[in-house]
Every structure is written in structure tokens, then in C-alpha cells.
């Protein structure tokens, strides 16, 4: 996958999520993530167990992003 790619795939999965739309966020996570949410004890281990806790969060929360910019970093492999 190019950088270009993988930037507009992040803006995607980014953008999706703030709609709602958590699933392709969910997929595109590692089997071993670990989330640390803005929550007081939201700090969630593997992949399993972020898809059941979204599941059973339920709100109506919406968000606006304005002027999405992907800046690539170079990081250490």
C-alpha cells in the first residue's frame, strides 16, 4: 500500500468513526490493541474486548471535523 493510500484510508476510517461508523476503526485495530479512552477506566486490552465494549455504549454523539490534513511520519521499524 503507498503512503497515499494508506493516508486516505486513515482519513476514512477516522472520519467513519466520528460518524458512528466504528466498525471499519474495529477491523483495521491489531488483535492485541490497546486503547486508553478519554473515560475515567477506559483502558481496554485486545481487539475482543474494545468490539464488546463499544457494543454496549449507546449514544447519539456526532462530531464535525473541518480541514483534514494526513501529514506521513517516518517512524522506526
Known amino acids: 500500500m503507498t503512503t497515499q493510500a494508506l493516508l486516505q484510508l486513515s482519513a476514512d476510517i477516522i472520519t467513519r468513526?466520528?460518524?458512528n461508523e466504528i466498525e471499519p476503526f474495529l477491523s483495521a485495530c491489531h488483535p492485541d490493541v490497546l486503547w486508553i479512552?478519554?473515560?475515567n477506566t477506559q483502558i481496554i486490552r485486545t481487539r475482543e474486548t474494545l468490539i464488546e465494549t463499544f457494543a454496549?455504549?449507546?449514544h447519539n454523539l456526532r462530531f464535525e471535523m473541518h480541514d483534514l490534513v494526513t501529514v506521513p511520519l517516518m517512524t522506526p521499524s
Do not use: D
Request: hydrophobic share 10%; glycine share 12%.
Open 17 to 19: 468513526y466520528y460518524n
Open 56 to 58: 454496549e455504549e449507546h
Open 37 to 39: 479512552g478519554p473515560a
